[in-house]
C-alpha cells in the first residue's frame, strides 16, 4: 500500500470534497467517517476534516462524501436542498462541507435543537454568505426552530410570525422531510470488528505505518522505533509535516488498544485512555456530572468549557487527550486545567509504568516531557474537586470559536474548612512562556491569606512580577497577556468570591432572532417574469451535492504535471545565484522554471508593467515568485520545491507605512481633491483638532484559492486557460505577452470561482501566467492550485491604510474644514492602487458636507507582496477615516456622535468634494428609519443604566451612514458585452462579460434575459465565461457587473426580440418555439452580440470636474454591542441595516449579499490581522493563525431591510448595486465598540479623544481600556526591542 500523502482528500477520484486550507481550519474537506464502536456495541459517525485524515487511518471505516448522500442527477438530500433552497451557497466552495458537517449531525441526533446545529459548524468557515442563511435553512431541522408544516395559512403559523424562524424568501413547506429510514446503510461487513485484532501495516515511499493490535505489540514496537510517532488524530503530526517540514518514518496507531481507550471511574476521578478523543471525553464528563455531587465537579466543568473553544467538531472528533498533552504546546488548552488540578499521568515502556504528577516538572522545555524515548503515555485521571476547592478554566483567544489561545489557563483553590483562607493555591498559565507554566511564587504567598479585596490586589501585584514576557517574545501583544494573566485572575477571584457567598447563577443563553423584511414583487407581475424574484442560485443544488465544477475540479489530462512556485524568502535583495540541483534530482522532477524560460516578456501587471512573472535578479518582498518546479505529482513538486536554494545579497526593506514616509518611497502620482478654502475654514471654526487612524490590511480568503490549468494545443501557439479568475480579459493578455504569442491564439475559460472579492481580479495571472509558461516549455498540459499558505503570502490583499487629518469645528458639531491625507502600503508593485486611492479620496467625506476640504493620497513603495482590490476597493478605508475625525469632533464638543452625523449629513442637491451633485439623495430618510427601526434612542438610555450598574462590562452603540459611488473610476472599464444564441430547440445559450464568483451574477443575467425574451428562465443556459465568446472584458468587480452586463444582455435580447417580431405578429398564437422555427427557416440570424458602455461618465483631477460615478448606493447602520474589559471581548447584539435598492433583479440577492458584505467587514474592522514580521514575512498565513468571521460571531439579532420608493433611472431594471456598499457598515460595530470603550475609560477618569486602530481586536480593546491592571504591565519602550510583529 501507498500512503498518500495527509492532505491529500482526491484519493478515488471523488470532486465534492473542497480542499480549503489543508490545516483542519476551514471545514471544505469535511466527510463523515463512521465506525462500529465495540464499547457502545453500534455505530457512531462522525465529522471529520479529511485532509488531516491518513488514509491508513480509515481502515475499517465507512467514509461518506457528499457526492455519496445525493445528487442532483438521482436525488437530493434535504440537507443539501435546504442550504440551497435558503439562499446558504453562494460561491459553494464551502458548501459541501457545512453539507456534511449537518448531515453527519443528523445521523448522530435525527432531531437536533438549534443549539446543536450550532455547534456543530464551529469548525466550518464561509467567507460569502455571513452564515444567516445557513442557520436559517438549517433550523428548520431543529426541534425547537423548524417549520410548522401550515404553509403560511393559519395566523400563528412560522411564515406569519414577525421575526419567526422563517423567511419569506423561500417557502419551508415545500421542503423535502427528513426519513432517517432512508440513510445509506453501514457496510455489514464493517461491523465485524474481528480483524482489528490483527496487526495492521501500511508501507508508504517514505513512511511506515503501523497499527499494533495490542498493548504489548505497540511497547515492542515503541522500544525498537524510540523515535515513532504516536498518531491518534493526527491533527499535530499532520500539520507538522505538510507545514514543518517534519518527516516520521514509523507512525505507530494506537487506536484499537483497550488499554488506550478505557474510561474507568475511580475512587478519586475518573481515569481516560490517553487515545480517547475529545468528543468522548466531552460526553463522559457531561453524563458524569448529572451522577455527582455538584461540589465534585467543579474541575470537570472547567474541561467542559475549555473544550468548548477548542477547535471545531471535526477536531475534536478525532483528536485525542494524550495528544494534546503529549504535544506540550505552550498554548495547549488542557494542559494548564490538567496542571492546576494536579491531574495524575500513567506512563508506560517494556520496562514497567510510572505515575506522574502532571506539574511544571512534566514540560522541561518548548514542546518536550518527561516521558523517557521508549516510553508512552497510557493514561490520566482526572480528580473530582472536594467541598471548599473551587476551580476554573479560562481562554483567550482572537476570535472565540476555533481558534487557538493567546493566553489560556486554570485556577484551583482551596480553602480551610468553612473557611475563606486558602490552604492551597495553584494557577497554571499557557501562552506565557515556552511551556505551561505555574504561577508558583504568586500561589506560595497567597496560602493562608483570606479571600479579600487585599488578597486580590497582592494576586495582581505578584501575578504582574512573576508573568513577565520578553518585549520581543513570540506571538507578540506582550502587554495585553501580561494583563491577561491578571485580569482571569481577577475573573476567578469573582467566580470564586460569588461561589463562596452561595449565589452563583449564570446563565448563557444565545437567542437567534432575525427578521428579514424583505421587499415584494410588484402585484400583477407575470408569474413568468423572474426579475425581481427571489429565484434560487443558479448552482446552488450542483454545489451542495459537489457537482459543481471548479477549476481544480477539471479531470485530469494524461501527461499532465503539477507546478509549485518557489518563492522569495527576503523581502528586498540580489538574487546571487540559485541551486536547483537537488530539486532536479528529487522524484518526478520534470523541469525547474526561471525568467531564462520566458519566450516573450517578463514584465506583467494588470495596469503598469512594473511586475515580474519570475524574479530576474531581484527580489522585493517575501514571496516573490522566483521559479517553479515541475513534476509528476503535487507532493513531489512540493517536496523539490523546498530544496531549491537561494542565495541573496540582503538589502534594507521597507515595510511599513511609516517607514516608507520617513523614507519618501513613494510612487508616482501623488493624488488629491480639494473643494473651498481650507485656511479660511479654520479661521472660521470654534475647535481645531488633529488625529490618526491606522486601518490594517485584510486576506480575501476566498475559500477556493488561487487556481490555473493551462493545456498546450499543439497549433500555431494556441493555449486553452482554465482558470479562477474575476479576469478572463487580462489573464488573455498577460498569457499571450510572457508566451510572445498575439492574444488571438489563448482563450480564458471560467466555469466559476469559489470567491473571488477582489483577490482574483489580477492577482490571478500571478499564477496563471507561470503555470501557461510551464505548459509552453514543457507542450503538456500543467495545473497548479496554490495551498492556502502560499496563496496568503504569494497574492497580497487589502491595502492597509493610514489615515492623517486636522478637523475644524463649531462648539455646535459642524465641521467646517478638514485636511486629510490618506498613505496605503501600496507593496513593491502598484497593481490597481492608483485607483483604489483615488476611490479612498472619492469617500474621504463619507456623507457629511464639508465646505472646505482637502484630500491627499499616497502610495506607499513597499517590500511587502503587491495589495491589491479587495470588495469596497479603498472605499471602506476612505470612509473610516471619515468616521474618526467625526468621533473625535463629537467627543471633543461632548455632544453624541449621531447628533454630529446627522448635523453634518449632506442634503439633496449638494454637490460632493469632487463637484458631482447628490441627486435621488435619500440618505436623510435611510438615517431617521434605521434609528427608528433600531429603536436607537432607547436603546441608548438602556446602555447608560446598563453601563452605570457594571463596571468590567460596557456597552456601545453607533449608528453610520455610507454612500458609495457606483462605476470603475477608470472610464474605459465601464463596457460590457454580452453573446446570445438562439437554437432551432428553443433554448437559449447566453454568454457575457462577467464571470460567477458566488454572487450570482449567472443568475441574475438569465433573469434579465428572461424578461426581456419574454420566456422562462429555464429555457436559458449559461455555461461558462470565455474570451473566445465575448471579447476585452472589464474584470468582475466594482460592483457593477449586473448593471453592465444586464444591459448587454438586454441589448443582445433586443435585438434578437426585433428580429422575432415578423413571426410573433405573423403567429400571434404561436409559442416562442414555433416563432424561432419559424424564424430559422426564414433564414433570420438567431445570434446576437449585445454591448453597453455607461453614459455620461468622466472626471478630470486636474480641474476638478466631471462625473466619476453613475450613481450613488446609500444606506445606514446601527450596532450595538458589548465589551468584556478585562478580557477585551465583545459580543454584537444588534446590527440593523437600512439599505437603499429598489427592484432589483433578484430579490434574495440585496438581502443576502448585504449580510456577506457586512460579515467581511466585521472581520476587517473587528478581528482580521495580517501579522508581519519586521523583516516583511507574512506570519499568519491560514486559518490558524488568521481569523475570518466564523458562525458563533454573527449577531444574536441581525436585521437588513431596504428603503421603499427608491428609484434608480441609471441601472438595469432600476436595480441598485449592494455587492460593496454594506462592507463599510461594519464601521458601526467598530464605532459601537469606540462608544463602549470610552465608558469603560470615563471609569479611570479619562475622556475626550483618544486613537483606536482598526481592527478593534480584543488586545486593541483591552489596552484603550487603560485601566488599573493595564498599569500594572507598562508597554516596553518603544525602540528598545525588536518585536516579532509591526503595523504595516
Ligand atoms: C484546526 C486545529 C485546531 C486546534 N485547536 C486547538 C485548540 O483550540 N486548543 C488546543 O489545545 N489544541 C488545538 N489544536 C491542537 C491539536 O488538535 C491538539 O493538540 C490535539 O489534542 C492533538 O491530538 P491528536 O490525537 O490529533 O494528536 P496527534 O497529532 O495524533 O499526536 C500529537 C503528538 O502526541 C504524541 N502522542 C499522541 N498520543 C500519545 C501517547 N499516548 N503517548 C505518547 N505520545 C503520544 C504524538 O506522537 C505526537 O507527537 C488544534 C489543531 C488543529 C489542527
Ligand atoms: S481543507 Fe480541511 S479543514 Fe480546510
Ligand atoms: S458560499 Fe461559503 S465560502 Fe462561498
Not at 494506537?254 to 475511580?266: A, D, G, M, R
Not at 476551580?391 to 482572537?398: C, D, M, P, T, Y
Amino acid at each position: 500500500h501507498e500512503i498518500p500523502d495527509p492532505a491529500s482528500i482526491d484519493i478515488v477520484g471523488l470532486t465534492g470534497t473542497k480542499l480549503g486550507c489543508a490545516e483542519g481550519g476551514c471545514g471544505a474537506c469535511t466527510v463523515m467517517i463512521s465506525r462500529f464502536n465495540p464499547h457502545k456495541n453500534r455505530i457512531v459517525h462522525h465529522a471529520v476534516n479529511a485532509c488531516l485524515a491518513p488514509v491508513c487511518s480509515l481502515h475499517h471505516s465507512a467514509v461518506t462524501t457528499v457526492e455519496g448522500i445525493g445528487s442532483v442527477a438521482t436525488q437530493v438530500h434535504p440537507v443539501q436542498e435546504r442550504i440551497a433552497k435558503t439562499h446558504g451557497s453562494q460561491c459553494g466552495f464551502c458548501t459541501p462541507g457545512i453539507v456534511m458537517s449537518m448531515y453527519a449531525l443528523l445521523r448522530n441526533r435525527p432531531q437536533p435543537s438549534k443549539l446543536d446545529i450550532e455547534e456543530a459548524f464551529q469548525g466550518n468557515l464561509c467567507r460569502c454568505t455571513g452564515y444567516r442563511p445557513i442557520l436559517e435553512g438549517y433550523k428548520t431541522f431543529a426541534v425547537d426552530g423548524g417549520c410548522c408544516g401550515r404553509k403560511g395559512k393559519e395566523n400563528d403559523c412560522c411564515m406569519n410570525r414577525e421575526g419567526g424562524s422563517v423567511s419569506q424568501l423561500y417557502d419551508p413547506s415545500q421542503f423535502k422531510p427528513l426519513d432517517p429510514t432512508q440513510e445509506i446503510i453501514f457496510p455489514p461487513e464493517l461491523s465485524v470488528s474481528k480483524q482489528e485484532n490483527k496487526k495492521l501495516q501500511f508501507k508508504g515511499e517514505r513512511v511506515v505505518w503501523i497499527q499494533p493490535s495490542c498493548l504489548t505489540e505497540l511497547l515492542d514496537l515503541k522500544a525498537k522505533y524510540p523515535e515513532a510517532k504516536l498518531v491518534v488524530g493526527n491533527t499535530e503530526v499532520g500539520i507538522e509535516m505538510k507545514f514543518k517540514n517534519m518527516l516520521y518514518p514509523v507512525i505507530l496507531a494506537p487506536t484499537v488498544i483497550p488499554e488506550l481507550t478505557v474510561v474507568q471511574h475511580t475512587r478519586n476521578g475518573i481515569l481516560f485512555g490517553a487515545a480517547c478523543t475529545l468528543t468522548q471525553l466531552e460526553e463522559v464528563l457531561r453524563s458524569s456530572i448529572d451522577d455527582l455531587l455538584p461540589y465534585q465537579t467543579e474541575v470537570l466543568h472547567a474541561i467542559l468549557e475549555q473544550l468548548r473553544w477548542f477547535a471545531g467538531r471535526q477536531i475534536r472528533n478525532v483528536a485525542a487527550i494524550g495528544g494534546n498533552i503529549m504535544t506540550a504546546s505552550p498554548i495547549s488548552d488542557l494542559n494548564p486545567v490538567f496542571m492546576a488540578a494536579g491531574c495524575k499521568l500513567t506512563v508506560i515502556s517494556k520496562g514497567g509504568k510510572r505515575v506522574l504528577q502532571m506539574d511544571d516538572q512534566f514540560f522541561p522545555r518548548y514542546r518536550k516531557t518527561a516521558l523517557k524515548p521508549d516510553e508512552i503515555l497510557l493514561s490520566i485521571e482526572i480528580p473530582y474537586t472536594r467541598k471548599g476547592q473551587y476551580f476554573s478554566a479560562f481562554k483567550q483567544s482572537l476570535r472565540r470559536e476555533d481558534d487557538i489561545a493567546i493566553v489560556t489557563c486554570g485556577m484551583n483553590v482551596i480553602f480551610e474548612e468553612e473557611t475563606n483562607t486558602v490552604s492551597h493555591l495553584q494557577l497554571s498559565y499557557g501562552g506565557m512562556a515556552p511551556t505551561t507554566i505555574l504561577a508558583k511564587e504568586t500561589c506560595k504567598m497567597l496560602i493562608g491569606r483570606k479571600w479579600n479585596e487585599n488578597l486580590l490586589e497582592e494576586a495582581c501585584s505578584l501575578l504582574s512580577k512573576e508573568m513577565t514576557l520578553d518585549p520581543s517574545a513570540p506571538g507578540g501583544s506582550v502587554t495585553y497577556r501580561r494583563t491577561l494573566t491578571i485580569s482571569l485572575f481577577f475573573k476567578f477571584f469573582l467566580t470564586v468570591q460569588h461561589k463562596l457567598a452561595g449565589d452563583l447563577k449564570e446563565q448563557v443563553m444565545r437567542v437567534l432572532n432575525q427578521m428579514l423584511l424583505s421587499q415584494a414583487v410588484p402585484l400583477g407581475q407575470n408569474e413568468e417574469d423572474v426579475v425581481g424574484r427571489p429565484i434560487m442560485h443558479l448552482s446552488a443544488l450542483k454545489q451542495a451535492t459537489g457537482e459543481a465544477v471548479y477549476c481544480d475540479d477539471i479531470p485530469h489530462y494524461k501527461n499532465e504535471l503539477f507546478l509549485v512556485l518557489v518563492t522569495s524568502t527576503t523581502a528586498h535583495g540580489q538574487i546571487l545565484s540559485i541551486d536547483s540541483e537537488e530539486a532536479m534530482s528529487s522524484p518526478g522532477v520534470v523541469t525547474f522554471l526561471t525568467a531564462k524560460d520566458i519566450p516573450g516578456s517578463n514584465q506583467t501587471g494588470p495596469a503598469v508593467y512594473d511586475e515580474t512573472v519570475l524574479a530576474d535578479g531581484m527580489v522585493t518582498c517575501v514571496g516573490h515568485i522566483v521559479g517553479a518546479i515541475v513534476a509528476d505529482t503535487q507532493a513531489h513538486a512540493q517536496r523539490a520545491a523546498k530544496s531549491v536554494k537561494i542565495s541573496y545579497k540582503e538589502l534594507k526593506p521597507i515595510i511599513t507605512i511609516q517607514e516608507a514616509i520617513e523614507c519618501k518611497s513613494f510612487y508616482q502620482p501623488v493624488r488629491s481633491i480639494k473643494k473651498g478654502n481650507l485656511e479660511e475654514g479654520f479661521k472660521e471654526a470654534d475647535l481645531i483638532l488633529e488625529g490618526e487612524i491606522h486601518i490594517g490590511g485584510q486576506e480575501h480568503f476566498y475559500l477556493e484559492t488561487n487556481c490555473s490549468l493551462a493545456v498546450p494545443r499543439g497549433e500555431d501557439g494556441e493555449m486553452e486557460l482554465f482558470v479562477s479568475t474575476q479576469s478572463a480579459t487580462k489573464t488573455q493578455q498577460l498569457v499571450a505577452k510572457v508566451l510572445g504569442v498575439p492574444a488571438n491564439r489563448i482563450v480564458c475559460r471560467v466555469k466559476r470561482m469559489g470567491g473571488g472579492f477582489g483577490g482574483k481580479e489580477c492577482r490571478s495571472t500571478l499564477l496563471s501566467t507561470v503555470v501557461a509558461l510551464a505548459a509552453h516549455k514543457l507542450k503538456t498540459p500543467v495545473r497548479c492550485m496554490l495551498d492556502r499558505d502560499e496563496d496568503m503570502l504569494v497574492t497580497g490583499g487589502r491595502h492597509p491604510f493610514l489615515g492623517r487629518y486636522k478637523v475644524g469645528f463649531m462648539k455646535t458639531g459642524k465641521v467646517i474644514s478638514l485636511e486629510v491625507t490618506y498613505y496605503c502600503n501600496t507593496g513593491n508593485s502598484m497593481d490597481l492602487s492608483l485607483s483604489i486611492l483615488e476611490r479612498a479620496l472619492f469617500h474621504m467625506e463619507n456623507c457629511y458636507n464639508i465646505p472646505h476640504i482637502h484630500g491627499t493620497g499616497y502610495m506607499c513603495r513597499t517590500n511587502l507582496p503587491s495589495n491589491t482590490a479587495f470588495r469596497g476597493f479603498g472605499g471602506p478605508q476612505g470612509m473610516m477615516v471619515a468616521e474618526s475625525w467625526i468621533c473625535d469632533v463629537a467627543m471633543a464638543c461632548g455632544i453624541p456622535a449621531e447628533e454630529v452625523r446627522k448635523l453634518n449629513l449632506y442634503e439633496e442637491g449638494d454637490l460632493t468634494p469632487f463637484n458631482q451633485r447628490l441627486e435621488q439623495f435619500t440618505i436623510g430618510r435611510c438615517w431617521e428609519e434605521c434609528l427608528a427601526l433600531a429603536k436607537y434612542h432607547y436603546r441608548r438610555t438602556q446602555i447608560e443604566q446598563f453601563n452605570r450598574q457594571h463596571r468590567w462590562k460596557k456597552r456601545g452603540i453607533s449608528v453610520i451612514p455610507t454612500k458609495f459611488g457606483i462605476s470603475f473610476t477608470a472610464i474605459f472599464l465601464n463596457q460590457a458585452g454580452a453573446l446570445v444564441h438562439i437554437y432551432t430547440d428553443g433554448s437559449v445559450l447566453l454568454t457575457h462579460g462577467g464571470t460567477e464568483m458566488g454572487q450570482g451574477l449567472h443568475t441574475k443575467m438569465v433573469q434579465v434575459a428572461s424578461r426581456a425574451l419574454g420566456i422562462p428562465g429555464s429555457k436559458i443556459h449559461i455555461t461558462e465565461t470565455s474570451t473566445n465568446t465575448v471579447p476585452n472584458t472589464s474584470p468582475t468587480a466594482a460592483s457593477v457587473s449586473s448593471d453592465l452586463n444586464g444591459m448587454a444582455v438586454y441589448n443582445a435580447c433586443q435585438t434578437l426580440i426585433q428580429r422575432l417580431e415578423p413571426y410573433r405578429t405573423k403567429n400571434p398564437q404561436g409559442t416562442w418555439e414555433d416563432w424561432v422555427t419559424a424564424a430559422y427557416l426564414d433564414r433570420v440570424n438567431l445570434s446576437a452580440n449585445g454591448f453597453y458602455k455607461t453614459p455620461d461618465l468622466g472626471y478630470d483631477f486636474e480641474t476638478n470636474q466631471g462625473r466619476p460615478f453613475n450613481y450613488f448606493s446609500y444606506g445606514a447602520a446601527c450596532s450595538e454591542v458589548e465589551i468584556d474589559c478585562l478580557t477585551g471581548d465583545h459580543k454584537v447584539t444588534l446590527n440593523m441595516l437600512k439599505l437603499i435598492s429598489h427592484n432589483s433583479i433578484n430579490q434574495t440577492f440585496p438581502i443576502f449579499s448585504p449580510k456577506g458584505a457586512f460579515m467581511q467587514g466585521v472581520g476587517l474592522f473587528t478581528l482580521e490581522e495580517l501579522r508581519y514580521s519586521p523583516q516583511g514575512i507574512l506570519l499568519s498565513r491560514g486559518p490558524g493563525m488568521y481569523k475570518i468571521p466564523a458562525f458563533g460571531d454573527i449577531p444574536t439579532d441581525f436585521k437588513v431591510s431596504l428603503l421603499r420608493d427608491a428609484p434608480n433611472e441609471k441601472a438595469i431594471f432600476s436595480s441598485k448595486a449592494v455587492g460593496e456598499p454594506p462592507l463599510f457598515l461594519a464601521a458601526s460595530v467598530f464605532y459601537a465598540i469606540k462608544d463602549a470603550i470610552t465608558a469603560a475609560r470615563a471609569e479611570s477618569g479619562l475622556n475626550g479623544p483618544f486613537r483606536l486602530d482598526s481592527p478593534a481586536s480584543a488586545e486593541r480593546i483591552r489596552v484603550a481600556c487603560e485601566d488599573r491592571f493595564i498599569k500594572m504591565c507598562p508597554p516596553p519602550e518603544a525602540g528598545t526591542f525588536r518585536p516579532w510583529a509591526v503595523q504595516v
